[in-house]
């Protein structure tokens, strides 16, 4: 399985970016996914996160609001729609799989993407 993030770029505060992550497994409906980030020195973590059918979503508190994540089964694809970026949301982004609905549980995710860099300049 490979996952394949793409989206990131520089931009200005209050910009918004839209990211993207293709999977190539054909069970890509099957798992929960998630969107983490890294930013320079600091420990990864998870910003939201999505069931397998689009029906429950969670949010770290530092982008409830802003930032919106979805899926489209039929394209095999994770999206994380960024509104409102503020300089503290530069970091490189990670899509992830998750083998169950734990999204706090960094543990549960077994497949990781190559990660797409997000810098937002005040």
């Known amino acids: 399985v490979q996952l394949q993030a793409s989206g990131g770029g520089l931009v200005q505060a209050g910009d918004s970016l839209r990211l993207s992550c293709a999977s190539s497994a054909r069970t890509f409906s099957s798992y929960p996914m998630g969107w983490f980030r890294q930013a320079l020195g600091k420990e990864r973590e998870l910003v939201a996160a999505i069931s397998r059918s689009p029906g429950t979503t969670y949010y770290a508190d530092s982008v409830k609001g802003r930032f919106t994540i979805s899926r489209d089964n039929a394209k095999n694809t994770v999206y994380l729609q960024m509104n409102s970026l503020k300089p503290e949301d530069t970091a490189v982004y990670y899509c992830?799989?998750?083998?169950?609905?734990?999204?706090?549980?960094?543990?549960?995710?077994?497949?990781w993407g190559q990660g797409t860099l997000v810098t937002v300049s005040s």
């Open positions: 992830a799989r998750s083998r169950n609905w734990n999204p706090a549980n960094k543990q549960a995710y077994d497949t």
